[in-house]
Every structure is written in structure tokens, then in C-alpha cells.
């Protein structure tokens, strides 16, 4: 293999003793390498390095998606291409109270039982478990595959910003295996689609008060956070719409500002913490102080099964020459609490899945101001873009110069193909390998099946999966077990794809 060229790695041999180890130790160097979404220039230079050092063409375009092209082996050498597809980038979440830098540090790694975890962080086994199969794949010079085409794409996690603009026309292949799916109980033959978007929110910014001469950092706390698509049902508060309840609370009462507005770690993650600083008079500071103490009590009754250990909170902090204006705060923070979040409508073909969700995904300072960013997710395009364009028309009644735009890839939903000859091939593996009937899933959740299906355009794409939980969260983990079984249900895929 090549040399990981980045700061030592913490995590050489954690995971040495796990089978399969020639999915592992490439596991356990995507973990040592740091690639956040954005931040992926590390993790695909070592990528086509070692595809090279295979003695396979390998590319990588200015977002640093990779392609890799092997030959097809074991007799299968004539046989239609076939596109291997996960993604590269990982999201970066911390615990509470950890100090972790994300574009320096590899992640600590942690075996416990059947489970692997990140000390203090999320894990990026979504999808670096999947990556690593394709890695594996592409070394290997016994199993059975077609030609390959692997396909790894760059910033998934931040609107599939880097599949949008990946040129599809290098492929040749039109059927694709994913390996961006959360369990290895069913195959996912059909998914939603989604679109990214950013409200950007001008600060107004001037001098602070006079007379506003104290200062606290608000701050929500002690949320779940969770997967934007796979936990948006579970009711769990949103940090940033708690922030903005907040401030309105305070503002309804005493004369304040805000500023450094900042909050939840991507678009695609439920926002699990959130802060600004709020400038106000001294002789205001008892009274705002119990009414976060009353919001605090309130919040706890309502979220005290879905998210029990939220808290509001005041933290020392120092006051800011400059802030947002009074109209300007309020006005983003209006923003915040109307845009919706949560499930919007059910799947009524399938039912008990979500068809159409929205996520208010982050909320971060600019210097002019601030901006918000969200992902819309579902299973109907139409229904989509009308609650696109729901939330613009929304947006503009709030004037003052707030600017509404899609951000990333308008990606579209994968409809699922009873007839799929990939779906028919991997079922009659799972059965073989895993002993069992192999459950088919239409999922609520947006992967990039849908831009392969449209662009290339590829007619037949399956997922299959890992067992992964808690994932675009600190306590995000992989079970090595689950790993262990779903490996030789990929070779026996891949060999039956003739």
C-alpha cells in the first residue's frame, strides 16, 4: 500500500485482528487520513496513488472526485462494465466538551465487542466502510468481476456538490452497485432525492448600544442531532430553532443584540448544538437569566423523551464591539424558527416511510451577515421543488435584503425497478451466502442513485449495505461483524455479474 504522506496516524493496528482484513486496513487509512466534506484533497490523492501503484488508470478532478478503472478478471473479462459508486467524505461531529481538530487530526479509533468507534467523534464509516470495499475490490486479483468503473465522490455530505459536477460522460458502464446504505438485512433498490439550499442574511451591522454593556454566550445544548434522512422522524429538537426561540423569548422582554450566530455541523446532520452571543443592559441580567432558566424547564417537558438531556444555557463571554442590528437579528432568527423542519407528508404508497422532509441543517457568520443551509429530501421531485419554492416565497416576505439560493445538486429519486437485473443477481447471493430471503427497501432517504440514473444515464443501480448506527453523529459506530458478513456477499455479487 502506499504511505499515508499526513501527520502520524493514531490508528495503525487497532483494527488488525478484524476479518475481513483486506477491507480493514483500508478502513483503518481512510480513518487516519482527514476528510471532512470540503476536505478531501488528502484522502483522493492517497486513493489514486495506490490505484496507480495497482497498475490502474485513476483520475481526479478539480473537487477531487476520483475515478478508478480496472479490468474485468476470472472470466468475466467481456462482460458489461459495471460502476462501483461510494463517497469520500465523511461529516465531522464531536461530543460535547472534546477538543478535535477535523482538517489536522485522524481519528482515534475504538473496538468494543462487535462495534467500532470514533473516541469523542463521528466515525465516517458513512462512507468510508463502503470505500473500503471498493478498495478491496479494485486490489483484488482473485475474485471473479466485471471491467470496474469506481466512481468516488467528493463532498456527498454538503449537497452532493461534487456528483453534480462529476463528468459522467467518462462512463461506460450502465448498471451500478452503491455501497452508501446502513444495514445488511435488505437490499435498497430505490431511494428519494434531494435538494440543497442557503438563505444568506444580511447582519446590518453596527456599534453596540452603550448601554447594552453586558454579554453572554446563549447556548443550546445536550441534543441527539442525528441523520437528516434517517432520523428526521423521531421528533428530536432542532438546536438552531431552539437558539431562534430563544432570542425571541429574551428580545420580546429586554432590549438586546446578537452576533456569531453558529450552529449544527452540516446540512445533512439533524443540528445538535447552537450559540450567539446577546448583548443586554446589566440591570436586565436577573429577568433574562430566569426566563432561560422557565425556556430551559419547558423545553425539557416537551423533547423529554426524544431528546431528554437538552438545556439552555448562559456562558460568560465578551462583548462585541459590533453586532448584528436589532431588525437584522430578529429577522434572521424569524428565519430560523419558520422554515420548516421535520417530516412534511408520509409515503402513502409505502408506508411508515417519510416521502418529503426538510432539515435545517446549519447556521454560520458571514462577514455580511449570516447564512442559513438546509436539504430537502423526497420521494416525488414534484413535491420537492414545491416545497422549494414554498420556502422561497416564505423567505421573501422577510425582506431586508436576505437572499435565497439553491446550493449543490438538484438531486432526483431512484425509482425502484421490480425487474432490476442487479437486484435479482444480489438476491439470489444474499440468499446463497447469508442463508436467508434478503428484505427489499424503498427508502425516505436521498443517495446520488438518482444523478447516476438521470445523467448517465444508468439503468439499473442497487445499494447494499453495513450495518451502521448513529450515524452524522459522535456516537456514530460500525458493526465489524456485520462487515465480516456482507464481504463475501459482495464477491458473490460481483462474480455472478456476467
Known sequence: MPTVD?????????????????????????????????????????????ARSCGLEATKDDLHCVLVRKPGQGGLENAAPLILHGHLDMVCEKAEGVEFDFVKQPLSLVVDGEYISAAGTSLGADNGIGVSYILALLESKDIPHPPLEAVLTAMEEKGKVGAGQFNVGQLVGRRMIDFNWITDEEILAGCSGDVTFTVDVPGEFEPVPVDLTSARSLEVRGLNGGHCEFDIQLE????????????????????????NPFGGAQNSAIPADASAVIVFGDADTDSIEALIVELDGELKREYELSDPAIRVELKSAIRPDSAFSRGAGLRLMSILRLIPHGVI???????????????????????????????????????????????????????????????????????????????????????????????????QCSLELGMFSKRVPVADIISIGTELQALHSSAERVNHKSVERVWPLIKSVVSRLG
Open 6 to 50: 499526513i501527520m502520524e496516524a493514531t490508528n495503525s493496528g487497532v483494527l488488525k485482528d478484524l476479518e475481513p482484513r483486506e477491507v480493514f486496513r483500508f478502513f483503518e487509512v481512510l480513518t487516519s487520513i482527514p476528510r471532512g466534506s470540503g476536505n478531501e484533497e488528502q484522502v483522493a490523492n492517497w486513493v489514486v496513488d495506490f
Open 236 to 259: 428530536r429538537a432542532n438546536a438552531l430553532q431552539v437558539l431562534a426561540r430563544a432570542v425571541h423569548k429574551l428580545a420580546g422582554a429586554h432590549e438586546l443584540r446578537i452576533s
Open 345 to 443: 407528508s408520509w409515503n402513502l404508497h409505502v408506508p411508515g416511510r417519510v416521502e418529503t422532509s426538510n432539515n435545517l441543517g446549519t447556521v454560520r457568520p458571514t462577514p455580511e451577515g449570516a447564512r442559513v443551509m438546509s436539504t430537502v429530501t423526497s420521494a416525488l421531485t414534484s413535491r420537492k421543488h414545491e416545497l422549494v419554492e414554498r420556502i422561497q416565497a416564505l423567505v421573501a416576505l422577510a425582506a431586508g435584503g436576505v437572499v435565497f439560493e439553491l446550493y449543490g445538486l438538484d438531486a432526483a429519486e431512484f425509482p425502484y425497478r421490480p425487474d432490476s437485473e442487479l437486484l435479482a443477481a444480489a438476491s439470489e447471493a444474499y440468499r446463497d451466502v447469508l442463508g436467508k430471503e434478503p428484505n427489499i427497501e424503498v427508502s
